[in-house]
């Protein structure tokens, strides 16, 4: 049987179907006009950033470079941070006091080089006897060490960032050969930070002095010895024409953290989606930096031998000296340092952890595997 109220239902479906599509349509659309795009809703942002140093060292320099193009990246290009290199906007070891005047919203430096205002910033890059490149990582991003280190700069008006890490770095370069402790006294030496205070308790005459000028003062005996970071960096800075003998293991730096350095002000009237812009960044610089190390210093190692370098390694007597000196001076500053005393406690119980732990798991295989092929 002819049902004619279907016919008309169906109709009526149709014509409220196409009703409802016109207008989810038009709301559609205009949703579209009234949500802003990421570049509407975010102003343009200039920035500049400070490095401690030179553009010829491209690895640790880098660091910069791989995060400010990131954070332009992740913006859309409405926040933009352009990198100057040491001695381009301020000297390459005050790049810290920029950021904290206000002279450049950003900085990317190592912390230990401000020693001299307070010791304790040695921990957000390095001590003597510290922890491995891994072991640094896991105590700041996962250990506590991002909020003691940053409960620290607070005083100083900064928010530091992870900015990178070098690795294990080498023992430096020697004009002559140091076979035992005595032969540290009265050695004139480029080394900064901490491992400088316990070298002068072996008779060393620390100097803290810039990448870029380490090579003429080698060069014209104004040193007698210096550290820098490891073969890729040392190769390109020459090193090994004006001192033949290349020390190991950097006892002073089983690795060493660099920092980005934004003042709180400034982080403080970023947009949320900057903030986590620069979170991201830096973590990225942080890791390219330890992979692209790992990843040159063998074939570099290999062509400073190759060209006659004397590679040598710290006796045990040396290495057991200042080992005791290590401890006697984070000890003595520990007692005298209440912010120092602040971090360095549970700091030392993190790295007996991690020690344990690596004897357990990695030191047997890395044993293992050394020589083989």
């Excluded at 659309?29 to 500049?48: C, D, E, K, L, M």
């Excluded at 941070?81 to 206000?102: K, N």
């Excluded at 020390?247 to 089983?254: K, N, Q, S």
């Excluded at 520990?334 to 005393?341: E, P, R």
Aim: proline residues 5%; glycine residues 10%; contains cysteine.
């Amino acid at each position: 049987m002819f049902n004619r109220s279907l016919v008309v239902n169906q109709s009526g479906d149709k014509m409220e179907r196409r009703s409802f599509l016109k207008k989810a349509a038009v709301g559609a659309s205009v949703g579209a006009v009234a949500v802003p795009s990421f570049a509407q809703a975010n102003p343009t942002i200039n920035w500049r950033l400070a490095s401690s140093f030179p553009k010829s060292l491209d690895t640790i320099y880098g660091a910069s470079d791989v995060f400010t193009k990131r954070v332009s990246q992740l913006t859309d290009g409405k926040f933009n941070i352009r990198p100057f290199a040491g001695g381009e906007i301020v000297p390459a070891l005050q790049v810290m006091d920029a950021v904290q005047a206000g002279t450049v919203e950003m900085g990317h430096s190592a912390s230990y080089y401000y020693f001299g205002k307070d010791p304790t910033f040695a921990f957000d890059a390095v001590v003597p006897f510290g922890l491995t490149s891994r072991q640094q990582t896991a105590w700041f991003d996962q250990g506590g060490g991002r909020e003691l280190t940053r409960a620290f700069f607070k005083d100083y008006g900064i928010v530091n960032f992870m900015g990178g890490n070098t690795g294990t770095q080498m023992g430096g370069w020697f004009r002559k050969e140091i076979k035992e402790v005595k032969d540290l006294n009265g050695l004139k030496m480029r080394i900064g930070g901490f491992a400088g205070r316990v070298m002068q308790k072996l008779g060393v005459v620390p100097q803290q002095i810039a990448g870029g000028d380490i090579y003429p003062a080698l060069e014209k005996g104004t040193i007698d010895a210096a550290e820098w970071i490891g073969p890729y960096d040392d190769e390109k800075l020459g090193f090994n024409k004006v001192a033949p003998f290349y020390y190991t293991p950097g006892w002073w730096e089983p690795s060493l953290q660099l920092s980005f350095y934004i003042g709180i002000k400034e982080w403080e009237k970023l947009p949320k989606q900057y903030q986590a812009a620069v979170e991201a960044a830096s973590y990225e610089a942080h890791v390219v930096m330890q992979a692209e190390y790992d990843a040159r210093n063998p074939a570099a190692l290999a062509r400073l031998l190759k060209n006659g370098v004397k590679l040598r390694q710290f006796s045990k007597p040396i290495m057991e000296a200042c080992y005791k000196a290590a401890v006697e001076t984070m000890d003595e500053e520990a007692g005298k340092n209440a912010k120092f005393k602040k971090i360095y406690e549970p700091w030392k119980r993190f790295r007996q952890d991690q020690n344990q732990w690596a004897s357990v798991a990695e030191a047997p295989i890395q044993n293992f595997m050394i020589g083989r092929k």
